[in-house]
């Protein structure tokens, strides 16, 4: 059936039935706020902690509309060069030299020094032309003729100037640089931003975009996270694993598990063999679930706890 003729409905169905079927197990939520960014063309934004999808979602998306993945991973003091493009300064010193050589042939019959400028004024533009630029993944993005899905990643990781920078992409998909004019896209990318929270993003950056939070997911959506990405995993002990891990996020943590780490841990219960969440266990495999001393630290002492409250949990969603 043509994509036109299903409703609004049927097609976020669609998306959500994709997405599984891409390996990223997202819910409605998720599948409406692409589907508004394909049809609004505009760029989205998605926002959470570390660890819960975000990056994924991208590169799932990617994967089901059949688009090349571009990305920009952001940090501390990223500027255009490094984001958009930069000159080729050896490939515009060689023709210099070229020119150089070359310099009475381009002369010609010149007999005054405002004849020579005149002449050779027009070699300034050669030099600073799309073919002495090399491209960055923003650049890349905007000239891509086929489409396709710009991730610009933690973006909460860059400067406010380069939040400024990014306004003209992401309201006009389009782009200026200063020697050569306008740049604007073909085909408009699907664009996701990322954000950690780790600072305030600009209202001028926020108003641009679609909005999207990505909490933890529930203990029901991160077994099935689990059952998708480690299938040789045990039903009961696969619930058992994310009641426990939901639990340790209701600490005091640095950095409460993410998504990652217990898919980590659920294949590392699988490699030893184990049946059954014990405290020994979860001792010696606290590291594969936290990053942090100070973190494992904390959940130790409350292991024998913690599996107690979680198999309660399990006990209490089964029936």
């Known amino acids: ?174 782009i200026t640089i200063p020697e050569i004019g306008t740049v604007s896209a073909p085909i408009k990318p699907i664009v996701f931003l990322t954000s950690n929270n780790t600072r305030e993003l600009s209202d001028a950056l926020k108003r641009r975009c679609l909005h999207l939070y990505i909490p933890f997911p529930d203990p029901q959506r991160e077994a099935t996270i689990i059952a998708s990405r480690v299938p040789d995993l045990d039903e009961k002990l696969r619930y058992h694993l994310v009641q426990f891990v939901a639990a340790i996020r209701e600490l005091d943590l640095k950095k409460p598990p993410a998504v990652s780490e217990t898919i980590d841990w659920a294949r590392t219960l699988v490699l030893l063999n184990i049946s059954e969440l014990t405290p020994e266990f979860v001792s010696q495999t606290l590291n594969v679930l936290l990053k942090f001393q100070s973190d494992i630290e904390i959940v130790d002492p409350q292991t024998t706890a913690l599996l107690r409250h979680s198999a309660e949990s399990l006990s209490q969603t089964r029936h």
């Open 1 to 174: 059936m043509d994509q036109k003729t299903l409703s609004s409905d049927a097609r976020i169905a669609q998306l959500l039935d994709q997405f599984a079927h891409a390996g990223y197990i997202g819910d409605r939520k998720i599948a409406t706020a692409l589907f508004l960014a394909q049809e609004l063309t505009k760029p989205l934004l998605v926002e959470g902690p570390p660890g819960v999808g975000k990056t994924e979602l991208a590169k799932a998306a990617a994967e089901l509309l059949d688009l090349p993945l571009v990305r920009l991973q952001c940090y501390e003091g990223l500027d255009e060069s490094k984001a958009l493009y930069e000159w080729q300064y050896g490939k515009q010193l060689l023709y210099t030299q070229v020119l150089r050589e070359k310099l009475s042939d381009v002369m010609g019959d010149a007999t005054s020094l405002a004849q020579s400028m005149e002449k050779l004024q027009g070699f300034e533009d050669v030099f600073f032309s799309p073919q002495f630029i090399h491209e960055r993944p923003l650049l890349a993005a905007l000239q891509s003729d086929a489409g396709c899905v710009l991730l610009i990643d933690e973006i909460d990781k860059a400067d406010n100037e380069f939040e400024a920078f990014l306004l003209e992409l992401l309201s006009d998909y389009q």
